[in-house]
């Protein structure tokens, strides 16, 4: 078992690597389907209604980033 395995794994990384120059669309296909990545029904409005939430400083739940902000202030000081 682990041998037949070993030689699919094989062959899904020559035919990954092929795509990877003569198709492109397979290429992200194989890729998508080696992520186990499924497609999400939620609307880009809900994802950009979470996202505002989740980053509104006015909210009582807000924490900011401390390392996040020290690295803006020694950016902005440079």
Same mark, same amino acid.
């Given at each position: 078992m682990s041998r037949n395995?070993? +030689?699919?794994d094989k062959k899904q990384t020559a035919k990954l690597t092929e795509?990877? =120059? /003569?198709n $492109? %669309?397979?290429?992200? +296909? &194989?890729l998508k389907q080696g992520s !186990? &990545?499924? %497609? #999400? /029904? *939620? #609307?880009l409005s809900v994802f950009g209604q979470y996202f505002n #939430? =989740? /980053? /509104?400083? !006015? #909210?009582?739940?807000? $924490?900011?980033?401390?390392? *996040? &902000?020290?690295?803006i202030d020694r950016y902005e000081r440079n």
């Open positions: 395995r070993y +030689q699919y795509a990877r =120059v /003569n $492109t %669309k397979l290429y992200w +296909q &194989l !186990g &990545l499924c %497609k #999400s /029904n *939620i #609307s #939430s =989740v /980053n /509104n400083p !006015g #909210s009582p739940f807000f $924490t900011a980033d401390e390392d *996040i &902000l020290h690295f």
